[in-house]
């Protein structure tokens, strides 16, 4: 009996160890997140995300204290010595200055890059803010770094393409953000400007429905007359910053209030948590319009919402009507693999919408996915931020987008149908230079 429990317990040893190696889970790979073995770190990376890839390999060593570091690198880097002069932490009230070693270390050939937890040490209450809005979900500050790395085409597409994905992204490793280094001024990031370098381009064009809304124009005419060392709060300022709006009262969360998840969900306004937080939308706006008026406009946003999704359900309602008739093409099989499947994968089908895998909507897609796509990402998202931000001109054009892809979407569905045969796809679908180049360089 015991001689047939030792077996056992002999088998289960090594099947547990058999098993770590074969799946190579006890080490990851040079990179970050879910797909950390299929790419390596560029060098910007270690500013981007410190506390993951940061490692000093310069010249310098030796232990230094903060007025030796000033001293030198007044002269290195004028400017970086100029800006934390003009800053708080120079002169802070009833304390002594923080000087570069309370952020760097004193040990320049250990010096670090400071993440957000080094500004933790003195702003605990910042800092627990902002990791407290992980339980919001995505999008959100707090996620940014893992929404950004998990992402297949992050670690599927050509390098060049995915870089700057972990500038923006690094909004959750570090705090210099919206107080830019090393000022560190929470007047600057009381400004629309901060949130620029982040908040821009297609899919998320918020400075462009911001300056074009009645608050924007307000703060192009006011914002040098205005006194940005006050915080956020009621009465302060007549016109709202982006921040005014989603860090209402200074708290350092953006996400516990949306619920429009960036405008690429369908969700239901009415439940009772999206009731809670568009009660305190309401109760930002009130700061200077009436409540009832201000519910009034955000309804308004919720009714542009539901016709957005109206045309976008019955356009992908029509493309998942090819792929059950097989008449997508090329098809799955003859064309490049999505991110992250190898060629040949068993029972690959096309994945369309969100819920299929966004993924695909990156990538070498036919045609007619690809128009689908721009439709649901450029021209929604679009015309989401217009509504969500009173811009009237973006909601136009993003429905006039929408309406011309869905009716060139539904014209060449009827062609695709009414063909006996769709062409053969190229070889070089599948084998483009593109797919190669990907899986051999990142
Ligand atoms: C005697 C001159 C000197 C002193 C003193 C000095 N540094 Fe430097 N530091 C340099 C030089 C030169 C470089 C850039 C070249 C290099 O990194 O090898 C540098 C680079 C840096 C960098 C950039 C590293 C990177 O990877 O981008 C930081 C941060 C830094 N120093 C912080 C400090 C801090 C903090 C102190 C004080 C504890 C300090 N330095 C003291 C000369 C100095
Ligand atoms: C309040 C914290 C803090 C203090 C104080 C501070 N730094 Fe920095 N420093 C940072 C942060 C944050 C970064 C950006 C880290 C990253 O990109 O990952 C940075 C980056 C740097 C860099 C490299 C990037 C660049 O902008 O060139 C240098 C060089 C540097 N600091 C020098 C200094 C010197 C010199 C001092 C003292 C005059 C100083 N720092 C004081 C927080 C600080
Ligand atoms: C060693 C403690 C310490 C560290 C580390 C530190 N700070 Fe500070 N910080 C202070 C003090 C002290 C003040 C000034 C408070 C005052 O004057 O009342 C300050 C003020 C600030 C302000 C307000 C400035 C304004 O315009 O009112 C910001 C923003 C700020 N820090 C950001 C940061 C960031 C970001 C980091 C990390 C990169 C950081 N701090 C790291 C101590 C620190
Ligand atoms: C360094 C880049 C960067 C800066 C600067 C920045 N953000 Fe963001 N922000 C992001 C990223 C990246 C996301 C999306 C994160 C994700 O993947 O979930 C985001 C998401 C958001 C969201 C969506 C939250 C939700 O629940 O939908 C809001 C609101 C937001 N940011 C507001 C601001 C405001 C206001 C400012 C300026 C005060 C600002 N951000 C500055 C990068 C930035
Ligand atoms: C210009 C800055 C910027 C760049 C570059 C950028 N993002 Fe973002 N990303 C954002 C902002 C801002 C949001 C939030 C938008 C919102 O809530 O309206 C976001 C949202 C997201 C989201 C959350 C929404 C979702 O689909 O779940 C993911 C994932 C994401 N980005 C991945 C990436 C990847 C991967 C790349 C590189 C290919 C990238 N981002 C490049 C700024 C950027
Ligand atoms: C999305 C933009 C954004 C990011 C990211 C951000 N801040 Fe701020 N921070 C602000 C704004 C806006 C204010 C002004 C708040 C107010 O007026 O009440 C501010 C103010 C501050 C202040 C001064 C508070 C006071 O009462 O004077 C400190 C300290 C600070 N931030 C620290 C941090 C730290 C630490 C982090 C990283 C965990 C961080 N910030 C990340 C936008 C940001
Ligand atoms: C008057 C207040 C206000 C101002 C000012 C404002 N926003 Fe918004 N923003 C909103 C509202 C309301 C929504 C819709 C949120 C929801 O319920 O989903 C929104 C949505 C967003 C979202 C998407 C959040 C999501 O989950 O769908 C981002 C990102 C964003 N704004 C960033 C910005 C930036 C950056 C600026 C400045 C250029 C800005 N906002 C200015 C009120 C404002
Ligand atoms: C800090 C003050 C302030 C806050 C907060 C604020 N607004 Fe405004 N709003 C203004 C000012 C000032 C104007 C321009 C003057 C005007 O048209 O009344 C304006 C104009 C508007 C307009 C255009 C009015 C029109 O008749 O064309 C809309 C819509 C609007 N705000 C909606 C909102 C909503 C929704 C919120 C909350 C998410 C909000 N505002 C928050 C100050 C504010």
Request: glycine share 8%; charged share 25%.
């Amino acid at each position: 009996m015991a001689r047939y429990a030792r077996g056992v317990v002999l088998f289960a040893a090594l099947a547990i160890a058999a098993g770590y190696a074969w799946v190579d889970w006890n080490k990851s790979g040079p990179g970050d997140g879910l797909n950390s073995r299929l790419w390596q770190p560029d060098p910007a990376f270690g500013y981007w995300h410190p506390t993951r890839f940061y490692q000093y390999d310069g010249q310098m060593s030796g232990q230094f204290k903060g007025e030796e570091c000033i001293a030198c690198h007044e002269a290195l880097t004028p400017g970086i010595v100029a800006d934390w002069r003009a800053s708080r932490h120079s002169a802070p009230k009833g304390r002594a200055s923080v000087t570069c070693e309370a952020c760097h270390g004193n040990d320049h050939a250990k010096i670090r890059m400071p993440d957000r937890t080094v500004c933790a040490g003195c702003h605990a209450r910042q800092h627990d803010e902002f990791l407290d809005e992980r339980r919001f979900g995505f999008p959100s500050h707090a996620l940014a770094m893992e929404r950004a790395v998990d992402a297949p085409h992050f670690a599927d597409k050509p390098k060049a393409e995915v870089t700057a994905c972990l500038q923006c992204h690094s909004v959750a490793e570090k705090c210099d953000s919206c107080h830019t280094r090393h000022r560190f001024s929470a007047a600057e990031a009381r400004r629309p400007e901060a949130c620029m370098t982040c908040h821009s381009g297609p899919p998320h064009p918020d400075d462009d429905t911001y300056f074009a809304s009645a608050h924007g124009k307000r703060y192009l005419a006011d914002a040098d007359k205005t006194d940005w060392s006050k915080p956020l709060a009621k009465g302060n300022y007549t016109t709202p910053t982006c921040a005014y709006c989603h860090m209402a009262g200074g708290k350092h969360q953006v996400a516990d209030k949306a619920i429009w998840k960036f405008g690429l969900l369908q969700v239901n306004p009415l439940t009772s948590n999206n009731e809670v937080k568009r009660k305190q939308w309401v109760a930002v706006c009130a700061d200077c319009h009436p409540a009832d008026w201000s519910r009034q406009r955000l309804a308004e946003m919720d009714a542009e919402r539901k016709r957005a999704w109206a045309k976008l359900n019955a356009t992908e309602a029509t493309l998942r009507g090819l792929r059950g008739a097989g008449l997508l093409h090329p098809n799955v099989k003859e064309r490049p693999p999505y991110p992250l499947d190898k060629p040949g994968t068993w029972f690959a089908r096309e994945r369309i919408g969100y819920y299929d895998g966004q993924a695909s909507a990156f990538y070498n897609v036919s045609p007619i996915e690809r128009d689908y796509f721009e439709m649901w990402y450029f021209a929604n998202l679009g015309a989401y931020k217009g509504a969500a931000h009173g811009s009237p001109g973006h909601v136009g054009q993003g429905h006039a987008g929408m309406d011309m892809a869905k009716q060139d979407i539904q014209a060449r569905a009827k062609a695709l149908e009414q063909q006996d045969k769709p062409p053969a796809a190229g070889r070089w679908w599948l084998e483009g230079e593109y797919t190669k180049h990907n899986r051999e360089q990142n």
